[in-house]
C-alpha cells in the first residue's frame, strides 16, 4: 500500500533554512501538492501549494521535481514560532483518495 | 467573518451513545472534508463530500455518518458502532480541489 511519508521530526535553531520533504510515489496526474502547518489542538493552517517545478510565497517555497514523486518545503530563516507539525496532502490511487502524509514534527530552538 | 465553525470545542459522551459534531462553513464552497486525529498521529479522513446531498466513505468511516442537506453545513454523527471514538475532529471545506480550510476542532472524549 503506498502512503506518502515524511520524517518524524527535525530539529534546527532560529535563522536557519528548514527543508521538509513528502515522498508520495503514488500522486494523481492532475492534481497539486499542498502543505499545511499545524499547532497543537489546532486546526491545520495552510502554508503553500503547487503543481511542479518551483512554486514561492512570503512564507515559504516548495520545490517540486518533474516525475512529481516528491516534494520539498523549504522554510527559510525559521524562528521559534515556527516549531509545529508539517504535513503534505495530495491525491493518491488515480485522483479519488486524499491522503495527508505522516507529518514532520519541527523543533526550533534557539 | 468568513470562516468555518466547528462546536462544541469539547464533547464527552457516554460508552453506547450516538453524538453528532457540528461543521458549517460561509466560504461558499462546495466540498467539505471530516478527519480523524489521534495524539501524535496524523489526519484520517472519514467522510467527504464535493456536492450537497451527496458524500462518499473516506479511509475509515465504521462507526460515522454524515449527511449535506446544506452547502453550509457537514454534521458528523459518532455512533455506538464506533468502538474508539476518542480522538480530535476537524472539519474542512474548499473550493473544489484548491486549498482546505479547517475549523478549530471538536475533541471527544467517551466516558
Known amino acids: 500500500l503506498a502512503k506518502t511519508t515524511q520524517p518524524i521530526s527535525m530539529d534546527s535553531y532560529e535563522g536557519q533554512e528548514v527543508n521538509i520533504t513528502c515522498s508520495h510515489n503514488n500522486i494523481a496526474t492532475n492534481d497539486y501538492i499542498t502543505w499545511y502547518q499545524q499547532f497543537p489542538s489546532q486546526g491545520p493552517r495552510f502554508i503553500i501549494q503547487?503543481?511542479?517545478t518551483k512554486v514561492t510565497n512570503e512564507v515559504a517555497s516548495l520545490f517540486i521535481p518533474a516525475d512529481r514523486k516528491s516534494s520539498t518545503l523549504s522554510l527559510p530563516r525559521v524562528s521559534l514560532s515556527d516549531t509545529a507539525v508539517y504535513y503534505c496532502l495530495v491525491r493518491t490511487g488515480g485522483g479519488n483518495k486524499l491522503t495527508f502524509g505522516t507529518g514532520t514534527q519541527l523543533k526550533v530552538e534557539l | 467573518d468568513g470562516g468555518i465553525t466547528q462546536s462544541p470545542k469539547y464533547l464527552f459522551r457516554k460508552e453506547g451513545q450516538n453524538v453528532t459534531l457540528s461543521c458549517e462553513q460561509n466560504l461558499n464552497h462546495d466540498a467539505m472534508y471530516w478527519y480523524r486525529q489521534d495524539p501524535g498521529q496524523g489526519l484520517r479522513l472519514i467522510y467527504y463530500s464535493q456536492i450537497v446531498n451527496d458524500f462518499q466513505k473516506g479511509d475509515i468511516a465504521e462507526g460515522y455518518s454524515v449527511s449535506r442537506e446544506k452547502k453550509e453545513s457537514f454534521p458528523l454523527t459518532v455512533t455506538s458502532a464506533q468502538k474508539n471514538p476518542t480522538a480530535f475532529y476537524l472539519c474542512a471545506s474548499s473550493a473544489n480541489a484548491g486549498e482546505q480550510f479547517f475549523g478549530p476542532g471538536t475533541r471527544l472524549t467517551v466516558l
Open positions: 503547487g503543481y511542479k
